[in-house]
C-alpha cells in the first residue's frame, strides 16, 4: 500500500501514547483511548481537529518526534506498505521550547534510522504550514523545507482549519515556496467549496490538493485539474467523520478519474480515524466494486504524484506488481 497523506500527530499507536505518557510523565485522561479517537457524534472539522491536541503535548522533545517517526514506518512496513509521505507541522512541537528546527531534524533521524534494511520501502517527511499560525512561523517552515530539502524532506503543505482563512491570504508565502522550486500541497476543498481548489492552484501553486472531494466538475475546471496535472489525495473515512462527505457513496473517485482528473486514496490519520489505506480501500470496494486493475490504477497514481525520484518510483512500481494480487485479495477479503 502507499499513503501520500499522512499526518504523523494523528497516527500514534496507543503504544506510543502510553510509552510516551510515562516517559513525560502526562496524564492521559480517564476515558483513554477512547479520547484518542473521533467520536462517532463530530460535527465538524474543527471538532475533529482537537483529537491532535494530546498527541501533540506528547512530542514536544527531539526523542519523542524521532521515536515516533520510527514507530510509524516499522508499523507501515511491517503492514505491507511500499511508500508513504509522512507530513507534520515543526511549529506545533515548540511548546516547551523545542525549535522548529531541531523538530525537522529530529524527525529525519527518526526516519533515517527506520529505513535501515526496509528492501522495497521508502518515505519521506512533508512540513505542514498552518493556517491559524503567524506569517513569520510558516515561512520559517517553508526555510526549513528548503533547508532539508536533501535530507528526506520533499514537500511543504497548508493544513489546519480551512475556514480560518481563504487561501489569497497566503500567496506571499507561497510565492515564497515556489521561488524556491518546493513541492506545494494545499489542504482544500474539505470543510469549505470549490473555490478554495481554485484558489490552491491558481494562487498557491499546489501540485496536489489534500481532500479537495468539494471541487465542482465544471468544464473549465475539469481542464484547469487536468492541465495543471493536479493530483487529489481523497481520505474518505475521515471526510465523512468531519462531515464533509455523507457516507462512502459520495467520494467522487468514479466522477473524478472518469474526466482524468488524478485520485489517490489515503488515510489521513491513522489512530485518529482509526483506519489506514487497506481499509480506505475495503470501504470503496464495498460501496463501488472496485476491481484490481482500479486499485493498481489508484495506487499508481500514487506513485507518479510521490515527490520521490525516479528511481524510487520504479522500484514503487516493481513493488506494486509484485503485491498487487496479494493487496486485492486483502482488499476483498472480509474483515
Not at 46 to 58: A, I, K, M, N
Not at 69 to 92: C, K, M, T
Not at 185 to 197: D, L, P, R
Not at 286 to 292: A, D, R, S, V, W
Given at each position: 500500500?502507499?499513503?501520500?497523506?499522512?499526518h504523523?500527530?494523528?497516527?500514534l499507536s496507543i503504544e506510543?501514547?502510553?510509552?510516551?505518557a510515562e516517559?513525560?510523565?502526562?496524564y492521559l485522561?480517564?476515558?483513554f483511548p477512547?479520547n484518542?479517537?473521533?467520536?462517532?457524534?463530530?460535527k465538524?472539522?474543527?471538532e475533529y481537529?482537537?483529537?491532535?491536541?494530546?498527541?501533540?503535548s506528547?512530542?514536544?522533545?527531539?526523542f519523542s518526534?524521532?521515536?515516533?517517526?520510527?514507530s510509524?514506518?516499522n508499523?507501515l512496513y511491517?503492514d505491507?506498505?511500499?511508500y508513504?509521505?509522512?507530513r507534520f507541522a515543526?511549529?506545533l512541537?515548540?511548546l516547551?521550547g523545542?525549535?522548529?528546527?531541531?523538530?525537522?531534524i529530529a524527525?529525519?533521524?527518526?526516519?533515517?534510522?527506520a529505513?535501515?534494511?526496509?528492501?522495497?520501502?521508502?518515505?519521506?517527511?512533508?512540513?505542514c504550514?498552518?493556517r491559524?499560525?503567524?506569517?513569520e512561523?510558516?515561512?520559517?517552515?517553508i526555510?526549513l523545507?528548503?533547508k532539508?530539502r536533501?535530507?528526506k524532506v520533499?514537500?511543504?503543505?497548508?493544513a489546519?482549519?480551512?475556514?480560518?482563512l481563504?487561501?489569497d491570504?497566503y500567496?506571499?508565502l507561497?510565492?515564497?515556496a515556489?521561488?524556491?522550486?518546493?513541492n506545494?500541497?494545499i489542504?482544500?476543498g474539505?470543510?469549505?467549496?470549490s473555490?478554495e481548489?481554485?484558489r490552491?492552484?491558481d494562487?498557491?501553486?499546489a501540485q496536489r490538493?489534500?481532500?479537495?472531494?468539494?471541487?465542482e466538475?465544471t468544464k473549465?475546471n475539469?481542464?484547469?485539474?487536468t492541465e495543471n496535472?493536479?493530483?487529489?489525495?481523497f481520505?474518505?473515512?475521515?471526510?465523512l467523520?468531519?462531515?464533509?462527505l455523507?457516507?462512502y457513496?459520495?467520494?467522487?473517485?468514479?466522477?473524478?478519474?472518469?474526466?482524468?482528473?488524478?485520485?489517490?486514496?489515503n488515510?489521513d490519520n491513522m489512530?485518529?480515524s482509526?483506519?489506514n489505506?487497506?481499509k480506505e480501500?475495503?470501504?470503496?470496494?464495498?460501496?463501488f466494486?472496485?476491481?484490481?486493475?482500479?486499485v493498481?490504477?489508484?495506487?499508481t497514481?500514487?506513485?507518479?504524484?510521490?515527490?520521490?525520484?525516479y528511481?524510487?518510483k520504479?522500484m514503487?512500481l516493481?513493488?506494486?506488481?509484485?503485491?498487487?494480487?496479494?493487496?486485492y485479495?486483502?482488499?476483498?477479503?472480509e474483515?
Amino acid at each position: 500500500m502507499i499513503d501520500l497523506h499522512l499526518h504523523l500527530d494523528g497516527s500514534l499507536s496507543i503504544e506510543d501514547f502510553n510509552y510516551l505518557a510515562e516517559r513525560n510523565h502526562i496524564y492521559l485522561g480517564d476515558n483513554f483511548p477512547e479520547n484518542v479517537y473521533v467520536p462517532n457524534d463530530c460535527k465538524s472539522l474543527e471538532e475533529y481537529l482537537t483529537r491532535f491536541d494530546l498527541p501533540c503535548s506528547l512530542l514536544q522533545d527531539e526523542f519523542s518526534i524521532a521515536y515516533v517517526v520510527s514507530s510509524l514506518v516499522n508499523r507501515l512496513y511491517n503492514d505491507g506498505y511500499i511508500y508513504a509521505e509522512i507530513r507534520f507541522a515543526p511549529q506545533l512541537h515548540t511548546l516547551k521550547g523545542m525549535s522548529q528546527e531541531n523538530a525537522v531534524i529530529a524527525a529525519i533521524s527518526g526516519l533515517n534510522f527506520a529505513l535501515k534494511d526496509k528492501e522495497g520501502f521508502d518515505a519521506n517527511l512533508i512540513l505542514c504550514c498552518m493556517r491559524q499560525s503567524p506569517v513569520e512561523v510558516n515561512m520559517h517552515a517553508i526555510e526549513l523545507a528548503d533547508k532539508y530539502r536533501d535530507k528526506k524532506v520533499v514537500a511543504v503543505d497548508l493544513a489546519g482549519p480551512e475556514a480560518f482563512l481563504t487561501g489569497d491570504h497566503y500567496t506571499s508565502l507561497f510565492d515564497e515556496a515556489k521561488k524556491r522550486n518546493l513541492n506545494i500541497i494545499i489542504h482544500a476543498g474539505e470543510a469549505c467549496g470549490s473555490e478554495e481548489v481554485i484558489r490552491a492552484v491558481d494562487l498557491l501553486h499546489a501540485q496536489r490538493i489534500g481532500h479537495g472531494v468539494h471541487l465542482e466538475l465544471t468544464k473549465e475546471n475539469i481542464r484547469k485539474m487536468t492541465e495543471n496535472r493536479i493530483t487529489f489525495e481523497f481520505c474518505p473515512t475521515s471526510n465523512l467523520q468531519t462531515t464533509s462527505l455523507p457516507d462512502y457513496k459520495a467520494v467522487p473517485i468514479r466522477e473524478f478519474d472518469k474526466y482524468g482528473i488524478a485520485v489517490t486514496i489515503n488515510s489521513d490519520n491513522m489512530t485518529v480515524s482509526d483506519t489506514n489505506v487497506l481499509k480506505e480501500f475495503r470501504h470503496l470496494y464495498k460501496e463501488f466494486n472496485l476491481q484490481k486493475y482500479e486499485v493498481r490504477h489508484f495506487l499508481t497514481n500514487s506513485i507518479n504524484a510521490s515527490f520521490t525520484d525516479y528511481a524510487t518510483k520504479a522500484m514503487l512500481l516493481n513493488e506494486l506488481n509484485k503485491k498487487i494480487d496479494s493487496y486485492y485479495d486483502l482488499i476483498i477479503k472480509e474483515e
